[in-house]
């Protein structure tokens, strides 16, 4: 493994052990430790974290080594390995280093479960939740099958979050994002060493072997159509990022992903539910899809310079920053649009209109990525904002359809 682990620096020509006796804190700098060489990099979006970064490698030692000032690679001198201390108040450079073999169980599944981005498993669980509502307005729903497709959902998110982590990694994506933000940038695991490739790539191979025994399970209870509504989600969350396709590599990211988490996704439920195909399913997850592409979409513009570098041509990209904003209004419009057009057709109640409420939220993400999508800091608030009116939207519009359902 190149990569052995990741610590935070004392001032330049000082070791560990004399910063510790001297009581100074080490200064906000990363620090990459290779096989012969140490790298000295500013980390912004771990600067203000000192959480304990993972040495998997090395065991049951801390790391004494002495660095040089400035920045680029130079030659450090041989690592001496120092038994750690027993267990007891941490002290000194303890206090920034922790080993993941040695790390409590609570630890090491948060660890897991931000490596999978469990926060974000709310892009599926609401279309989900979307089309069971549905299927209850048509009068059919089992709420054991519907866990189970919950459940399914879940693992296949999970396994793509760890393939898309990996394959980012190992074209670069992922490596020198001086952006990252807490909805973008990818994740800093891989980067900072505190899980190891094989072992991310291994949870996303099982995650979807998982889902796939689920999809059998629904498969054998419904019928076969699960398995190929299964099957197509699962080949665009692999290949999202994973060769020879990588689809979000070659501009179709958003709509592919649009696609997953939105119409496959409700008309899915809907036909384990109800054992049918219908109009109603498709039309009332056009909104979600389209949601689900605009957080992707919003989300890539701070990315913008790294993705380009390691070769990712997603719409951003293409568009460039600034045009890519002044589309973002045209995509909240086909938002509502696909509401008000579904509820004036009669094909989604009237009560779904309760949705558009969140229009004046979008209209200030809008404005708000106008603004500052130069400016990183200032444009967080629009990606979480995104997601917020992805997320109320779907339950609005499934509100929409369980209101009526009760009345009736």
Request: glycine share 10%.
């Amino acid at each position: 493994m190149p990569i052995a682990g990741r610590m935070r620096l004392p001032p330049a020509e000082r070791t560990w052990s004399e910063t510790s006796r001297r009581g100074e804190p080490p200064e906000p700098m990363l620090c990459i430790i290779r096989s012969s060489t140490c790298r000295i990099s500013p980390d912004i979006a771990l600067r203000s974290r000192p959480f304990p970064i993972a040495l998997s490698e090395m065991g049951r030692y801390l790391i004494k080594v002495r660095a040089s000032a400035g920045g680029g690679r130079r030659p450090v001198r041989r690592a001496r390995r120092i038994p750690r201390r027993p267990a007891g108040p941490s002290r000194g450079p303890e206090r920034y280093l922790s080993f993941f073999p040695h790390q409590g169980l609570r630890m090491h599944l948060r660890t897991w479960a931000m490596a999978s981005r469990a926060p974000f498993f709310v892009a599926v669980i609401i279309p989900s939740i979307l089309g069971g509502a549905v299927a209850c307005y048509d009068g059919s729903f089992d709420l054991p099958l519907f866990l189970f497709v919950i459940l399914g959902t879940v693992l296949a998110h999970a396994g793509t979050n760890f393939m898309n982590d990996y394959f980012d990694w190992r074209s670069g994506a992922d490596l020198d994002n001086r952006d990252r933000t807490p909805f973008s940038g990818g994740s800093p695991f891989l980067p900072g060493g505190t899980l190891r490739p094989g072992s991310v790539l291994w949870a996303g191979l099982g995650c979807f072997s998982l889902g796939l025994l689920v999809a059998v399970y629904l498969a054998l209870r419904v019928g076969w159509p699960v398995l190929a509504i299964a099957g197509a989600g699962g080949f665009i969350g692999y290949f999202y990022t994973a060769p020879p396709l990588r689809l979000g590599y070659r501009g179709v990211g958003e709509l592919a992903t649009g696609l997953a988490m939105g119409p496959l996704t409700v008309i899915g439920v809907y036909y384990v539910m109800t054992g049918r195909f219908a109009l109603e399913p498709v039309i009332a997850s056009l909104p979600i899809g389209l949601l689900v592409a605009i957080i992707l979409y919003v989300n890539e513009v701070p990315d913008y310079e790294t993705d380009r570098r390691a070769g990712k041509r997603h719409l951003v990209v293409l568009l460039g920053k600034a045009r890519a904003v002044r589309y973002l209004p045209v995509l909240f419009a086909l938002v509502y649009a696909s509401v008000v057009a579904g509820a004036a057709l009669r094909i989604m109640p009237p009560w779904t209109l309760i949705a558009l409420v969140t229009l004046p939220v979008s209209y200030n993400i809008v404005q708000v990525a106008a603004r500052s999508y130069n400016d990183t800091p200032r444009y967080i608030p629009a990606q979480a904002r995104t997601i917020a009116v992805h997320s109320i939207t779907g339950i609005l519009l499934t509100a929409g359809y369980l209101i009526p359902a009760f009345l009736n």
